[in-house]
């Protein structure tokens, strides 16, 4: 286990979620965070994944499939993201 996955193991005991093989959305957050960093702004990718972590939890689905979803819904309007006064 390389310390990135460590660390996913260890917040989740700490912050006592029951998050069914967390290691395996590492990716998925990651690419949600690159979309973001890059299509909007640095700053926005940890903020995002903040929120992204808010609806998975107000949807009542805490699984894989459900963080995929609603990241990859987030990575396609990062994707066409256009500031307000472009």
């Given at each position: 286990?390389?310390?990135?996955?460590?660390?996913?193991?260890?917040?989740?005991?700490?912050?006592?979620?029951?998050?069914?093989?967390?290691n395996a959305?590492?990716?998925?957050?990651?690419?949600?965070?690159?979309?973001?960093?890059?299509?909007?702004?640095?700053?926005?990718?940890?903020?995002?994944?903040?929120?992204?972590?808010?609806?998975?939890?107000?949807?009542?689905?805490?699984d894989k499939?459900?963080?995929?979803?609603?990241?990859?819904?987030?990575?396609?309007?990062?994707?066409?993201?256009?500031?307000?006064?472009?």
């Open positions: 286990m390389n310390t990135l996955e460590l660390w996913v193991d260890t917040i989740c005991q700490e912050l006592g979620l029951q998050v069914e093989d967390a959305l590492i990716p998925v957050v990651l690419d949600l965070a690159r979309d973001v960093a890059h299509g909007v702004a640095r700053p926005a990718a940890p903020v995002t994944a903040f929120f992204l972590g808010l609806a998975v939890a107000g949807s009542g689905r805490l499939e459900a963080v995929q979803d609603l990241a990859a819904q987030v990575s396609a309007a990062a994707g066409h993201w256009r500031e307000p006064n472009e």
